[in-house]
């Protein structure tokens, strides 16, 4: 079982929706928990980061952790084809080396 | 902003030949990384150093060595390149105890 699971998609939103992205992981002493946006071709970014269990929000972006249930969501409000990216997951042990483990990404595309 | 850069985009490189593939960073960050993502697999980790000399193997090492004289940059070397080597490589850094991670923009390497 891989420690951090990711639908791949693709996942194709009109836009204006509201997007919702998910992740699952295994170990539960996780804990940082990162989204990432990474535009083709590009290096990823850092988008939102969430230590420990609870939401955040940043825009039209929340994030979401649950550690009860080792689920991490990324919510979209009012979605816009600049928004079409891979979004990657990441989590951390919280340790000095900050080793990330990462989602394998899903690919989203709006569409105008 | 914190600024992590690969000292290429592109490269093309002839099977046997040593390659380098540098990362410089401006933010004083203790930690680097280097990563290769390709489809379906996401981003594995080859290498990381925590400190100046310092270097642990990540989950793929084999075939790759690092280099890391100075605290801003680390280098990958690939000591004799093979096509399956041809991927998209991405450099990273954090401070230590944060949880996160900054990318560069990625170096996609062909190897024919």
């Known amino acids: 079982q891989k420690e951090v699971e990711q639908d791949p998609g693709p996942l194709s939103v009109p836009e204006g929706a509201i997007v919702s992205l998910n992740c699952t992981y295994s170990?539960?002493?996780?804990?940082?928990f990162m989204w990432y946006r990474q535009y083709s071709r590009k290096g990823p970014e850092l988008l939102m980061y969430?230590?420990?269990?609870g939401n955040k929000e940043d825009g039209r972006f929340t994030a979401q952790v649950d550690k009860s249930s080792k689920y991490i969501s990324l919510f979209i409000r009012d979605s816009q084809p600049s928004d079409s990216a891979t979004y990657l997951c990441?989590?951390?042990?919280?340790?000095?080396?900050?080793?990330?483990?990462f989602g394998t990404g899903t690919l989203l595309a709006v569409q105008p | 902003d914190v600024k992590v850069t690969q000292s290429s985009r592109y490269l093309v490189k002839r099977t046997g030949e040593k390659v380098f593939l540098e990362c410089v960073q401006d933010?004083?960050?203790?930690?680097m990384f280097w990563y290769r993502q390709d489809p379906g697999l996401g981003l594995r980790l080859i290498y990381f150093?925590?400190?100046?000399?310092?270097?642990e193997k990540g989950d793929i090492p084999e075939g790759y060595s690092v280099s890391r004289e100075k605290k801003e940059r680390f280098s990958l070397i690939l000591e004799s390149a093979s096509t399956n080597q041809t991927s998209m490589y991405l450099c990273?850094?954090?401070?230590?105890?944060?949880?996160?991670?900054?990318f560069g923009q990625g170096t996609r390497l062909t190897v024919v």
């Open positions: 990273a850094s954090s401070l230590s105890g944060t949880g996160t991670a900054f």
């Open positions: 170990n539960s002493a996780f804990q940082y």
């Open positions: 969430t230590y420990s269990s």
């Open positions: 990441a989590t951390d042990y919280g340790g000095a080396t900050n080793k990330l483990i």
């Open positions: 933010m004083d960050h203790e930690n």
């Open positions: 150093s925590y400190d100046v000399k310092m270097k």
